[in-house]
T-cell receptor, first 114, second 114 residues
């Protein structure tokens, strides 16, 4: 079965550079969630999209932005990167069914800022 | 999300059943209990969810108390590959402005030992 695909799997950037992370949800899933997981921490919710519109926002820095495109893939854009942005970034997708929060996660992008 | 409380760590012998408890005393009547796990640095993996009846799938069983204030995830025959952090989550149901995002709190680190 198709899963959530994230690219790239690994990314190394220098401080103050920009990075773009991509997420391809499971086919027919209409919702995408982004999470950030720092070393030794639990995943933290950043932002979500439903039907290409931002649906919720968590602790996402103003330097970050995201969008969901017409084919439902999503991109997380990160600018003015800081050392503290080094983390695993996960994308998850789900299908909106009232009351259902079963979400499936990708394998993540490991971002290292040097 | 309803607050959940889990023990920080547990050990289990390989081949034995692993019983992971979770308290969620503030759960609302129509909210589901979800279990996810995260094997080191991989994306969180959906395990099972339930409302009030006990549930079983190919991965695990979920036992929910009659008052719904606590639940237990059961891995019937734990293997070394089940070593992971297990998260019990009670998200707000999708709809009525809720996006169904998952809030990861402190989970239980299960160590399966040979």
């Amino acid at each position: 079965a198709a899963g959530v695909i994230q690219s790239p799997r690994h990314l190394i950037k220098e401080k103050r550079e920009t990075a773009t992370l991509k997420c391809y949800p499971i086919p027919r899933h209409d919702t995408v969630y982004w999470y950030q997981q720092g070393p030794g921490q639990d995943p933290q919710f950043l932002i979500s999209f439903y039907e290409k519109m931002q649906s919720d926002k968590g602790s996402i820095p103003d330097r970050f932005s995201a969008q969901q495109f017409s084919d439902y893939h999503s991109e997380l854009n990160m600018s003015s990167l800081e050392l503290g942005d080094s983390a695993l970034y996960f994308c998850a997708s789900s299908l909106r069914v009232l009351g259902n929060t079963e979400a499936f996660f990708g394998q993540g992008t490991r971002l290292t800022v040097v | 999300d309803a607050k959940t409380t889990q023990p920080p760590s547990m050990d289990c012998a390989e081949g034995r059943a692993a019983n992971l408890p979770c308290n969620h005393s503030t759960i609302s009547g129509n909210e589901y209990v979800y279990w996810y796990r995260q094997i080191h640095s991989q994306g969180p993996q959906y395990i099972i969810h339930g409302l009030k009846n006990n549930e079983t799938n190919e991965m695990a069983s979920l036992i929910i108390t009659e008052d719904r204030k606590s639940s237990t995830l059961i891995l019937p025959h734990a293997t070394l590959r089940d070593t992971a952090v297990y998260y019990c989550i009670v998200p707000k149901n999708r709809g009525s402005g809720n996006t169904g995002k998952l809030i990861f709190g402190q989970g239980t680190t299960l160590q399966v030992k040979p």
